[in-house]
């Protein structure tokens, strides 16, 4: 200490300054008194500001090699870095755990079977004009005209259709039943045999089936299997196919029932979504719409009278019976 310099409360002696003079201090003739008190209020700063901090975590000056407020910065922050999972861990308490999650289902498609079933609804409701394409290997194509009337008759004309492939035929259905029309034709101007009987034969009641000798089947896909395709209880085996070429969704149906006659013939149908058939694939030919479907009359007409004999059969007739009337007792009988 300096004479006539009074050390600060609590400071420790300046024992630096009382044994050497500071480096780096210059001094000048006539000006030792000033140089020499500048450096004792420094070190009094100095040696205040260690004892303070040493009063405060402990620690005396010139007693550690790291300087008191470096150290408690250090301790302070190991100490946050300890803490700091437990508290994260407390604050995550309060939240209900993420439940497990599973990879989401794929949305199913539409059952196969429900979606033939909704095209043939629509389908019974079609009301339409429209001509087919019957191709059938080995035979010309031929052209199959379809009418559904509003009030739900119909018909359907089907040439080469009857006798082995020798008569044109139509099957029609009013309320007064199911008749089956001889239809005279180029080359057949009288396929009855009988001048003048070219003519309609009522053959079922509504709603009844044909006899299989007198049934053509083409005209099935457009009238009574469309309710089979919606009924759930028929014994069938719906899945979705393709059928190159053709429009429409497609549906390959197979009967699982052993009998020998099943609700309708397996294959191929194929809908447009407003129900109209665009294609079929049939044990007896391949049928597809030509063109575009037209308006429905109110009703049909029958293209001809009603006449008296037995309705013709499918296949040919034999040997010395042209007309095929005897094989077609035979069928009913």
Same mark, same amino acid.
């Given at each position: 200490?300096?004479?006539?310099?009074?050390?600060?409360?609590?400071?420790?002696?300046? +024992?630096?300054?009382?044994?050497?003079? +500071? &480096?780096?201090? *210059?001094?000048?003739?006539?000006?030792?008194? %000033?140089?020499?008190? %500048?450096?004792?209020?420094?070190?009094?700063?100095?040696?205040?500001?260690?004892?303070?901090?040493?009063?405060?975590?402990? !620690?005396?000056?010139?007693?550690?090699?790291?300087?008191? %407020?470096?150290?408690?910065? %250090?301790?302070?922050?190991?100490? @946050?870095?300890?803490?700091?999972?437990?508290?994260?861990?407390?604050?995550?308490?309060? #939240?209900?755990?993420?439940?497990?999650?599973?990879? #989401?289902?794929?949305?199913?498609?539409?059952?196969?079977?429900?979606?033939?079933?909704?095209? #043939?609804? &629509?389908?019974?409701?079609?009301? @339409?004009?429209?001509?087919?394409?019957?191709?059938?290997?080995?035979?010309?194509? *031929?052209?199959?005209?379809?009418?559904?009337?509003?009030?739900?008759?119909?018909?359907?004309?089907?040439?080469?259709? &009857?006798?082995?492939?020798?008569?044109?035929?139509?099957?029609?259905?009013?309320?007064?039943?199911?008749?089956?029309? &001889?239809?005279?034709?180029?080359?057949?101007?009288?396929?009855?045999?009988?001048?003048?009987? #070219?003519?309609? /034969?009522? !053959?079922?009641?509504?709603?009844?089936?044909?006899?299989?000798?007198?049934?053509?089947?083409?005209?099935?896909?457009?009238?009574?299997?469309?309710?089979?395709?919606?009924?759930?209880?028929?014994?069938?085996?719906?899945?979705?196919?393709?059928?190159?070429?053709?429009?429409?969704?497609?549906?390959?149906?197979?009967?699982?029932?052993?009998? /020998?006659?099943?609700?309708?013939?397996?294959?191929?149908?194929?809908?447009?979504?407003?129900?109209?058939?665009?294609?079929?694939?049939?044990?007896?030919?391949?049928?597809?719409?030509?063109?575009?479907?037209?308006?429905?009359?109110?009703? !049909?007409?029958?293209?001809?009278?009603? !006449?008296?004999?037995?309705?013709?059969?499918?296949?040919?007739?034999?040997?010395?019976?042209?007309?095929?009337?005897?094989?077609?007792?035979?069928?009913?009988?």
């Amino acid at each position: 200490m300096h004479p006539g310099v009074a050390p600060l409360p609590g400071a420790a002696p300046d +024992r630096t300054l009382a044994t050497r003079p +500071r &480096a780096g201090l *210059r001094t000048h003739p006539g000006s030792d008194g %000033r140089t020499r008190a %500048r450096a004792d209020a420094g070190a009094r700063t100095r040696a205040g500001t260690g004892s303070r901090t040493g009063a405060g975590t402990g !620690v005396g000056s010139g007693t550690s090699g790291t300087p008191p %407020r470096r150290g408690a910065l %250090r301790a302070a922050l190991g100490a @946050l870095l300890l803490a700091g999972p437990v508290l994260l861990a407390g604050c995550g308490t309060d #939240a209900p755990a993420p439940a497990a999650t599973t990879p #989401a289902q794929a949305s199913r498609p539409a059952d196969d079977r429900d979606r033939l079933a909704a095209l #043939a609804a &629509a389908a019974q409701d079609r009301h @339409l004009t429209a001509v087919y394409t019957l191709s059938v290997q080995g035979r010309p194509d *031929r052209s199959i005209s379809v009418v559904r009337a509003t009030d739900r008759s119909w018909r359907v004309d089907i040439p080469a259709g &009857a006798l082995g492939g020798t008569a044109d035929v139509s099957m029609a259905r009013t309320s007064a039943g199911l008749f089956q029309c &001889a239809l005279p034709s180029t080359g057949h101007p009288d396929p009855t045999g009988h001048p003048g009987s #070219a003519g309609c /034969v009522r !053959v079922a009641d509504p709603g009844q089936p044909l006899a299989p000798g007198i049934d053509p089947r083409i005209q099935h896909p457009f009238t009574d299997w469309p309710e089979v395709l919606t009924d759930r209880q028929a014994p069938l085996s719906v899945s979705a196919a393709t059928l190159p070429g053709f429009r429409g969704s497609c549906f390959a149906v197979e009967s699982t029932s052993a009998s /020998v006659d099943p609700p309708l013939d397996p294959g191929i149908y194929c809908y447009a979504p407003d129900g109209t058939l665009t294609a079929a694939r049939l044990p007896d030919g391949t049928l597809t719409l030509a063109g575009t479907p037209t308006a429905a009359p109110t009703t !049909v007409t029958l293209p001809g009278p009603l !006449v008296d004999r037995e309705p013709l059969s499918i296949a040919g007739p034999p040997p010395g019976n042209p007309t095929g009337e005897a094989q077609q007792e035979s069928a009913n009988g």
